[in-house]
């Protein structure tokens, strides 16, 4: 009896500290963003004995944790590490140590000088040892990508050190006038070391036996040289001097060459030219390959210097860029002129390519235009590969052929602006001849060329089906045609031509392709396609599972028949996600590894050993790193993310399922504050953006809003927030949008654990305009945020996306808007989907977000909304974040956004007392003079 007693006891304890723990636990503020950390930059090494990652809080300052993969309570955490990496020797790790931010901050608020900010320092990690060297005053460093142990330092400019160091008047020794700094280059270990000086750039050979490095001008005693080190024997030999500028260095593949481009023209010339040079490593032997009078390049063409050196990898070839030679325009060099006097103007004319706003914005990358060339080192013979017609080469990341894929779609550009699926002209061309050999006029999408080379393929979305065309026999070849399964997106609802799910690779050989479905994988031989193989049996679209093949090999070219196929797994349904493994013969079907309710994502394996780092979470669970082998039995974490949400109300969330309005089965995303009680009544946040069901497990970070309801903020302050999902009818986009949030709401509600009478609803760009439609058509909510909202598309299909300068034609006769036809041809469409003409309708208060520099949403429609409702005396506010863009970029805009965002909900659906922003307004002479968060009496 006495033990029973003390049992009870003992558990009664226990929930009572647990309760205590419990009602303990306090909901988030805005200043919990800043140290919300989230893990980036995760490196494991080839022979997978090691693993490296970086956790950054929001605002602050970062650590690097790395360790053993088979002992991770053993780690070595570095502060504030930056850019770090392993060695390709996979005994060092390597990387800076920026200064510490509050450090930095307290120096500018004193107007402290650039020269007196801290500067930046290197650590380097023997990872066996344990032991790590740190070094300050460093601007940079390097690594070779592929073998060797070294590293390059290079050095800030040291501080003028006065001549007496004893006499404070004693003035300090006028520096020499360089860009170049100190280079020291040596082993990691420390055994070896070299260093330059006044060393302006540098870097290593691939397979770390050289290092190249240019030395800048010093006053006029000095001239710029390029020199090259040989690390086994540690010579150093100049490669070439006195030029003033050398840069696009290059080594080929194997170390073979280096290549680089040069010019003997001052600085300050307007119009310099280059000449390209090339000399073998082992013995030095120089020579000028290309300069402005080479023949073979583009006629009235020159050198450019803003295109790179690649080479073949048999180091056969190179290939560098040719630039349209210099323009002397007469009014340009007319120095009679006065700038005052000099005409600026923008002429649109209608039988341009381009609009003038897409020309502007894409000035200074035509400006630095080069059209790729190539030579035969062994006849230096030169090809022009790009012109001014046909100017879009395909080289891949190793070019292994003699001839690549090049295109244009210059005879269908104009159209460009309302239609943004043109066509191309593909073709294959010839580096030694420059021969083009066409594949297809009009091509739609992007085409890839086989492994091989035996094969071009693209999706051809005009008629949904895959295509390939044999090279050899120069015939093109339907793929996919006579296969019971459509190949093109199905949830597709948008006037657009629909997309495809893509490919997965090519076996060795270019003996099949293996194309994506919805939910399956298909193999599929160009020679016989009528025999494909559905090599995961169809058991994907029996299940809803979506199956993808996981490529861990980043160098892989083909894959291996023999090979295990590993996929990642998604189930459509209840969202578990997972990895299964099958074979390429497909003999049996997809055997299931591990499918849970979590999300796995950044699969990333050890390129010499099977172990593996992948990320898992849930809305409750922190993405953390996780160890393993691809069983992914026993996983283990190995990152702790956020050991304080331990302490915050966090909430939960489930998937519901109901019906629109026409029947269609939907789903959403229900959020839940912590211990939920179904007897209560709840305000209730509805954010909405297309599709977002299948975001069941995403982690979502407290962070300050960029233009939407941080929705883990809103849980934990007791809000419930629901998020549809929207299927959208062409033409009806409003209406859609109606059929699908409303019922969505209303099923919610029938729960009985909502307070109807406090409901909001807030989007930001597609779902702003939803917001603002949504009021028009229903007072069933109590306040309504919208963020760049179009509510005026009459006015607004007219509008530049002033982001890209595209006209916004396209969006509406094409893509998210859905009208599907001009405004000529569609003009009630627009009229009874546009929010402005049924104003009158709104009893909703409304805060709008919209910015003056919005790149994608012209911001006269938000000022549309707010003078429509202004003039309807309906309470509304504009927010418009000076110089912003369309979602805030500017951190301190974000944090002031999230602040009345919660203030103005807060006041509507639990009654809190309004802010003087709201009361008060902020007059424009207050502006910059208070933010008026303070809440009435």
Known sequence: MLMKMRLMGLLFAVLFYTGVDAQQKRSLTHDDYDGWESLSAER???????????????DGDARLEILPYTDPNQKTIIHRAQGWSFSPDDAFAVGKIVPQKDSVRMLKLKKAKKDDMPKDSLF??????????????????????????????????????????????????????????????????????????????????????????????????????????????????????????????????????????????????????????????????????????????????????????????????????????????AYKSDTTILDEERVSLDIWGWQDAEIQPMQLRNKSREERRAYTATMDLASKKITQLEDREVNNIILENKIERDFALVWTDAPYRRNYSWDVQIGRDVYLIDFTSGQKTLVEKSLPGYPSLSPEGNY????????????????AQKNKINLTQG????????????????????????????????????????????????????????????????????????????????????????????KQSGLYQTSINAKSAPKEILMTDHRYYGFNKAKNSDEITVRRSTYQENPDLHLGDLTLKNLRKVSNLNPQQANVKWGSVELVSYLANDGVPLQGLLFKPENFDANKKYPMMVYFYERNSNGLHNYRSPAPSASTINIPYFVSNDYLVFVPDIKYDLGLPGPSAYNCIIPGVQSIVARGFVDADNMAIQGQS?????????????????????????????????????????????????????????????????????????????????????????????????????MALKRLNQPAWLLQYNGEDHNLRQRKNRKDLSVRLSQFFDHYLKGAPAPLWMTEGLPAVEKGKTLKYELED
Do not use: C
């Not at 071009?456 to 090279?471: E, H, L, Q």
């Not at 994506?516 to 029996?542: C, F, V």
């Not at 299909?797 to 094409?814: A, D, L, P």
């Not at 003056?852 to 949403?857: C, L, S, W, Y």
């Open 766 to 866: 597609w779902g702003g305009y939803q917001v603002a439609y949504l009021i028009t058509q229903t007072n069933m909510f109590k306040a309504a945020g919208a963020g760049a909202p179009v509510v005026n598309m009459t006015s607004a299909y007219g509008g530049i996306r002033w982001g890209t300068g595209m006209s916004r034609m396209f969006q509406y006769e094409q893509t998210q808007s859905r009208i599907g036809g001009t405004l000529w041809e569609k003009p009630i469409y627009y009229l009874e989907n546009s929010p402005l003409f049924f104003m009158d309708r709104v009893k909703t208060p409304v805060l709008i977000m919209h910015n003056d520099e919005d790149g994608a949403v012209p911001w006269y429609q938000g000022i549309e909304m707010f």
């Open 124 to 329: 380097i990690l023997n990872l066996s040892a344990g032991k790590i060297e740190k070094m300050a005053n460093v601007k940079s460093f390097d690594i070779p990508s592929e073998e060797g142990s070294w590293i390059a330092i290079h050095f800030e400019k040291e501080k003028p050190v006065k001549k007496d160091e004893a006499d404070s008047t004693a003035k300090a020794e006028k520096p020499k006038k360089t860009d170049g700094t100190k280079l020291q280059v040596r082993s990691l270990d420390g055994s070896k070391s070299y260093e330059f000086e006044r060393v302006k750039s540098y870097g290593f050979s691939g397979d770390g036996k050289f290092l190249q490095y240019v030395l800048a001008e010093e006053d006029t005693l000095d001239n710029a040289a390029i020199y090259l080190l040989n690390l086994n024997s540690g010579e150093s030999m100049a490669v070439h001097e006195g030029n003033t500028e050398y840069s696009r260095v290059s080594f080929s593949p194997k170390s073979t060459y280096l290549a680089f481009i040069s010019t003997n023209d001052s600085s300050k010339a307007e119009k310099p030219y280059y000449q390209l040079y090339l000399t073998p490593t082992e013995a030095l032997a120089l020579e000028e390959l290309v300069n402005k009078d080479s023949e073979g390049i583009l006629d009235n063409g020159r050198l450019s210097s803003d295109a790179g050196i690649r080479f073949t990898e048999d180091e056969r070839r190179l290939f560098f860029g040719v630039a349209e030679d210099y323009v002397d325009y």
């Open 44 to 58: 494991i090494t080839k022979n997978g004995k090691w693993v490296g990652y970086m956790i950054s809080p929001q």
């Open 483 to 574: 296969l019971d399964v459509d190949f093109y997106e199905e949830l597709h609802d948008s006037p657009s031509l629909p997309g495809s799910y893509g490919t997965a690779g090519w076996l060795a050989k270019d003996e099949a392709i293996l194309i994506n479905d919805r939910y399956d994988i298909w193999k599929i031989d160009p020679k016989n396609p009528s025999q494909a193989i559905n090599i995961t049996q169809g058991m994907g679209r029996a299940n809803a599972i979506e199956f993808r093949r996981l490529s861990l090999d980043r160098e892989e070219r083909s894959i291996d028949p023999k090979a295990t196929l590993y996929l990642t797994a998604f189930n459509e349904v209840n």
């Open 456 to 471: 071009v393929t693209w999706y051809a979305s005009n008629d949904s089906t895959w295509m390939a065309y044999d090279i």
